[in-house]
């Protein structure tokens, strides 16, 4: 490919001043991220995954070493609004149905009412929720709050989807679910996707790349291209490339001392 | 029936507690009315006389209630319930000064808690000075403002209103400056992604967040704001207004108006919450608040 990469990290560094002195979230990251990769971000807690996450979509400034979003400042992108961001608790709010949590963003984009509306309908189909448009948020399960969410993300056409644990919540079955749609929505609408897991299989499962994390300080210690093919069945799980790339991630982790603490 | 029955319970033992209070503290007026008479009284006689004295103690539940009934609903029917010695009148007097003065403090409140929300400096200068305003005692600075404000001419309903904004505009500035801040940091991040400016971040996010805070504190404000009225009533002398028949009961030993007016101020203040009750009720229902 020679278009410019989707993110490119360079020698990314990240302090936070705490009461104990200063924490390295990050130390040292490098990480090119291609339009259409879907990458995710594997480690133990205090790795720094959620950070870099947030750091691409500047909702953290990196201390030192360089990050490029389309060529652009992470800032510069935000103002582009270029990033939906799916937190780990779906986080709608409570006062709007569900269809006016989806319309929140184009409002504040300033879209046209018949606009929004349109992209209302057309996300709740995306995400298999025709119909629940008019409920509030409280009459969903956790599963279909987070499947709003997540078109809440999608309905203003961000190139960039970032997922911080969005499943973490969810129990496995309903986890499982949620990972092929998420999979047969990335296919059909071709976005670049950060996905930050604690789950090796979901990571395995999901991702063309693995970015394999390790704590104190936060850094990458494997990057695996995923040699899986796009169209992903659940049952891909039990085949033996699935699995070594399974042993690898293990491997990345346990090398990063992440089993020692 | 179920949530009745308590209240009911409550209510009754309240009024044969009166009741009884009634009896003992009356008895020495009437013994010594009967001695002054050379009658002897047997118990019912002395009992039924301390429930019906012109000028008891302690004036018994049904003489408040005739009373009030007197001075309103009666005044009413005859046409003069805006006559100076229906309670009718007298509430509206103060309800005026009331509305008024909660419509000043609300509004005060909720200007100062969006400034302390959003103005650093306001932060940290505006919320000692609003703590410090509430540790003066209303009684020693309502005379003072009355006073002020007759030397300039104004009178009536305005130093009143004040008075009564003075007390409800806190419990708002407290509970909105909480409201707009419960946002937590995602909801917040979720905003900055989108890249809305602080005014959507305002209407769209921490303004409905802050609508439970909001109607809490308002029906703080509401109470405080009566009692803002009442306390601003009696100072001055006035002669108008539930205040002011307290006042006017207490010169001339009328304990029966002043209950009467008590009760009265009483009844307007629950009316008043549970209107504010209803539209917070109503308002979080269509909010999808309540489920």
Redesign the interface.
Known sequence: MTAKPTVEAKGLDLTFQTNDGPVDALKGVDLTISKGDFVSFIGPSGCGKTTFL?VI???ENPTGGSITVNGMTPDEA??Q?L???V?Q?A?L?????ISGNIK??L???GFSKAERQARVEKVLKLVDLDGFGKK????LSGGMQQRASIARALA?DAEILLMDEPFGALDEIVRDHLNEQLLELWARTGKTIGFVTHSIPEAVYLSTKIVVMSPRPGRITDIIESPLPKERPLNIRDTLPFLEITQRVREGLRAGHAYND | MKRLLPVLTVLIVIIIAWYGAAVGMNAKWAQDQALRQNIELNTSVLIADTWNQDRPRLPAPHQVAQELWKTTGAMMIKGKAMSKRSLIFHGWITLSATLLGFVIGTGAGILLAVGIVYNKAMDMSVMPWAIASQTIPILAIAPMIIVVLNSIGIQGLIPKAIISAYLSFFPVVVGMVKGLRSPDQQQLDLLSTYNANRRQGFWKLRLPSSMPYLFTALKIGMAASLVGAIVGELPTGAIRGLGARMLTGSYYGQTIQIWSALFAAAILAATLVGIIGYIQYRTLKRMGMQP
């Open positions: 947030r979509a500047a909702l935000r103002r609004r990033y939906g961001y937190f608790n986080g709010y409570p006062w709007r149905t929140l963003p409002e504040i984009m509030f948020p409280w009459q203003f």
